[in-house]
C-alpha cells in the first residue's frame, strides 16, 4: 500500500500548493498550510489530510475526494461540493457548505453565518452538514434540500444558533439540539420538538460526528431537538412576490 506523500505548504502561495496537489498522485499529508485557498477543489478518490489553516473554498466542487483538518478551516467550507466528505477538527467560517448538492461536512467546533446557505438535494443526493457546536445568523438561508444539525455542544442553556434561521427556506431540515426553544425565526420556517421517529432520520450522522470526534452518540440523541421544515402556509416565494387581489 502507498504511504502518504507530504507536502510542506510553508512559503507557498494558493496556486503553487494546489499545483503541488494535482500533480502529486495519491493520498496526501499537507504541512504547514496557513490560509491557501481551494485546496481540494474538484477532487475525487482520494484523501487530503491538512495540518494548519485552510483558506477559504476548502474543497470547493469537490467530487468524491475525503479532506481532513486538523485545525480551523476559514469561509466557505465545501462550496457547490458534489460528493466526498469534509472532517475539520476545529471551527469553520461564514457560509459552511455554500451551495453544497451532495456528500458531507462535519465540523468538530462551531460554525459562523449563513451555514448551509443555498445547500440543495436532488434525487439520490442528500448533503448533510453538522456542526458540533454553535452556529451564526442566516443558518440554512434559502435551503432547498439536505440536513443540517447543530448539536450545540458546549452552549447548554443557551440557544446554539443566530437570528433568522432558515430565512427563504423551501427544502430539507434543520435539527437544532437546545434545552432552550429558538427564536426570532423567520415565516418561512415551522418548528416543533423532534419526536422520536423524527431523530431516526439523524441517528447515522450523529454517530458518525461522535465516532470522529470521541463524543457519545447516544447522549447527544438523548437531548431535547428541535426541527425545523419549511412552512408551506408562508413559502419562500411569498418574500418577493406580489400578490394581487
Given amino acids: 500500500m ?37 485546496i481540494g477543489a474538484g477532487q475525487s478518490g482520494r484523501t487530503i489530510t491538512i495540518h494548519g489553516t485552510p483558506g477559504n473554498a476548502l474543497g470547493a466542487y469537490m467530487d468524491g475526494a475525503v479532506i481532513v483538518v486538523r485545525g480551523n478551516a476559514q469561509d ?25 448538492r451532495g456528500g ?20 439520490e443526493k442528500k448533503p448533510v452538514i453538522v456542526v458540533g457546536g454553535r452556529a451564526g445568523s442566516f443558518l440554512g438561508e434559502y435551503m432547498a434540500g439536505g ?8 452552549a447548554e442553556g443557551d440557544v446554539p444558533v443566530g437570528n433568522f434561521t432558515g430565512t ?52 447527544l440523541l438523548s437531548g431535547t431537538f428541535y426541527l425545523l421544515r419549511p412552512n408551506a402556509k408562508n413559502p419562500y416565494h411569498t418574500l418577493y412576490a406580489a400578490h394581487l387581489r
Fill in 147 to 154: 440536513l443540517i444539525i447543530v448539536l450545540g455542544i458546549g
Fill in 168 to 219: 427563504g427556506m423551501h427544502g430539507g431540515a434543520i435539527y437544532i439540539r437546545s434545552s432552550v426553544q429558538p427564536t426570532c425565526l423567520p415565516a418561512q420556517v415551522t418548528l416543533e420538538e423532534a419526536l422520536p421517529e423524527d431523530k431516526r432520520a439523524i441517528a447515522a450522522p450523529v454517530a458518525e460526528y461522535a465516532g470522529l470526534f470521541g463524543a457519545d452518540a447516544d447522549e
Fill in 2 to 38: 502507498m504511504s502518504d506523500t507530504h507536502i510542506n505548504a510553508a512559503g507557498l502561495d494558493f496556486q503553487a500548493l494546489n499545483k503541488k496537489i494535482r500533480q502529486t498522485a495519491g493520498d496526501i499529508q499537507i504541512e504547514g498550510c496557513c490560509g491557501q485557498r481551494y
Fill in 76 to 100: 466557505a467550507v465545501g462550496d457547490t461540493m458534489n460528493d466526498g466528505r469534509i472532517i475539520v477538527h476545529g471551527n469553520a467560517g461564514d457560509a459552511l457548505g455554500y451551495g453544497i
Fill in 104 to 123: 458531507a461536512i462535519y465540523i468538530r467546533g462551531g460554525a459562523g453565518y449563513r451555514t448551509g446557505i443555498h445547500m440543495k438535494e436532488y434525487q
